[in-house]
């Protein structure tokens, strides 16, 4: 019988496997748009705390003095709302954890108009084919930093079962590493855009069918 421990790095080397394969097999300019908006989410709700909640709480308690200065009125006077997003625990972390999962679907769901259609199989087109697991690699580890880090911010709020704790519970934060990837991440696609700048917008051959944005197929 096969047993496998859960608290060690299985579950860790599980994800980066999976998605550096999913980034081979796809391609790079495919698989980007997920690595860009998985990097968009994490600056905003991971790195960025309650920057978001404290924003949305701020613009929706100044609505009143806003609608009365737009209207020529004095401000002085008004009271502020309070605010929307109540100042717990649950509510701002669901509110950053809700912001991240639809960034991310964003990535996975939209079709940006360099990103053609996935390679397929496993040979031919080895730089694009590298540069993707490569950006599967660095997707992984953003996705695993934001559950572990999510996940210790919940676990004192709800209740999972052992099993699932113990899966959470071993995956590691990457905070030491996370600026320096999302660093090089961003030079890569400064790199790549200089350098493609003219077929930016262009499929390559063995990609066609996504020059135009809208729904994945």
Known sequence: MITIDLSGPF???SILAALGIL???WGFRYIVSLGLLTTIAYLVSVQGGNFIVDLINRTYSNLPRLAVFLTGGSTADVAPLGPIIPENLEAPLLLRVLLFIALVAIGIGYSFPWEGKPLGGWGGKRPLRILGALTGLYT???????????W???APTVEVSPTLATALNSLPTW???IPSTITAFVITLLIVTVIRFNRIWAVDSGGSG???GGQKK
């Open 210 to 212: 996504g020059s135009g």
């Open 140 to 150: 992984a580890v953003l996705l695993t930093s934001a559950v572990s880090i999510f």
């Open 23 to 25: 980034g081979w097999v």
């Open 175 to 177: 905070t030491s590493i």
């Open 152 to 154: 210790r911010e919940f």
């Open 11 to 13: 579950v860790t080397y």
